[in-house]
């Protein structure tokens, strides 16, 4: 039974985000601006470049994806110009987004940057594994299955900065984990929204574990849905213990719900490189 506090944070958060008065994460300012120039039909492959140019940091990661196995390329990429006109608009608009993601994940006290910590491990895992199974089993973007990893449980990160407000639901960490577990994927959809992304990302957000979900064929929720579940593979969080063939998910994509992806032939170097480049 849920503690008097926990009543009180849960209805707080409910009677905010209903009022649009919750307090939601903002993406950094050179992600909006690498968006903003994609979307607009004018713009070039340099226009990007002088953006990302603005980010040392962000320039030498897009230099090093470029040249990441998992972009099978032939020659070496030695500039910013270069790696843009290798991975496209698109795919760099999804990767500078995956790759100051990591800055949302902020705290100001002990508890609640032990736990961003381990939503974005857990986000960066799921992330690897969604890139792989994209890859191996769907005509899906790796790299767009990738980023919808990384923000499928983006919804956390609002109910933590919230409870630092409520030392006393810290203290309680399984009641304070049974709120994200009811609240994340109502506002990671709220978020996604305000920062206008595609549907098929803010559907991820919202409807990752619903896992009786039925489609016509597999998408991105399917792929999150799968890897999400895998990275839970041999622990004692309560998705290991579901059962699995039950999840019309894994049919749609093709794959055994005993199979282990992580150690599968086809996907396990591909899932090590993914979860290599998104620690830098």
Not at 116 to 123: G, K, P, Q
Not at 128 to 155: K, V, W, Y
Not at 239 to 265: C, Y
Request: charged share 25%; hydrophobic share 45%; aromatic share 4%.
């Amino acid at each position: 039974m849920a503690s008097d506090i926990a009543k009180r944070f849960l209805q707080e958060l409910l009677t905010d985000l209903e009022k649009n008065q919750l307090v939601l994460p903002t993406l950094p300012e050179v992600a909006l601006k690498v968006r903003d120039t994609v979307d607009d039909e004018n713009s070039t492959c340099a226009d990007i470049a002088k953006v990302i140019a603005t980010d040392a940091a962000l320039s030498a990661r897009i230099i090093q994806v470029a040249n990441s196995p998992l972009m099978r390329a032939s020659n070496t990429i030695e500039s910013l110009d270069m790696a843009v006109n290798r991975l496209g608009m698109k795919l760099i608009r999804d990767m500078v987004v995956s790759m100051v993601m990591q800055q949302m994940f902020q705290a100001t006290s002990d508890v609640t940057d032990r736990k961003l910590r381990e939503i974005w491990e857990h986000s960066t895992s799921v992330a690897a594994i969604s890139h792989a199974l994209a890859a191996a089993f769907t005509n899906i973007s790796p790299e767009q299955a990738m980023l919808a990893g990384l923000i499928h449980d983006i919804g956390a990160l609002p109910i933590l900065t919230k409870a630092e407000d409520f030392p006393e639901l810290l203290e309680n960490e399984a009641e304070l984990n049974l709120i994200i577990n009811k609240l994340h994927s109502k506002i990671g959809k709220a978020i996604l929204q305000a920062w206008n992304f595609p549907p098929e990302l803010i559907k991820v957000a919202a409807e990752h574990e619903d896992h009786t979900r039925e489609a016509e064929e597999p998408d991105l929720i399917d792929v999150v849905t799968v890897a999400n579940l895998q990275s839970y593979m041999g622990s004692n969080h309560p998705l290991a213990k579901e059962d699995w063939s039950k999840i019309p998910a894994f049919a749609r994509l093709g794959l055994e719900h005993d199979v282990n992806v992580i150690e599968m032939e086809e996907t396990a170097d591909n899932i090590k490189e993914a979860q290599r480049l998104l620690a830098h």
